[in-house]
């Protein structure tokens, strides 16, 4: 099974910009992997905010599309969320999922990380 961890978060003023990090080990050939990028905050469902397939597709929930780019890097088994114009309401706790089904990964069902705080406050 694949693991995953989660890093890159932190304080930042609205406006401002974070380059998440999650970083893959374990479990088959990184590149099969589709990714998805999900948030939880306080009192909130978790919800899928980026995906991005093994054939590098991406998707995006409306509310961060233009502001957020969901990237990868094969070699590295890693890949990247970056934040930019970010607002109040981006604050959570910032998780990837991991499946080779894409499906899987919409609905939450793969591996998940630790997860990462991003609060946006100033």
């Known amino acids: 099974q694949v693991r995953l961890v989660e890093s890159g978060g932190g304080l930042v003023q609205p406006g401002g910009s974070l380059r998440l990090s999650c970083a893959a080990s374990?479990?088959?050939?990184?590149?099969?992997?589709?990714m998805g990028w999900y948030r939880q905050a306080p009192g909130k469902q978790r919800e899928m905010v980026a995906l991005?397939?093994?054939?590098?597709?991406?998707d995006y929930q409306d509310s961060v599309k233009g502001r957020f780019t969901a990237s990868r890097d094969n070699i590295k088994k890693t890949v990247y969320l970056q934040m930019n114009a970010l607002r109040p309401e981006d604050t959570a706790v910032y998780y990837c999922?991991?499946?080779?089904?894409?499906?899987?990964?919409?609905?939450?069902?793969?591996?998940w990380g630790q997860g990462t705080q991003v609060t946006v406050s100033s």
């Open positions: 999922n991991a499946d080779i089904n894409v499906q899987t990964v919409k609905r939450g069902g793969g591996s």
């Open positions: 991005i397939t093994s054939g590098n597709v991406t």
């Open positions: 374990g479990g088959a050939r990184f590149s099969i992997y589709s």
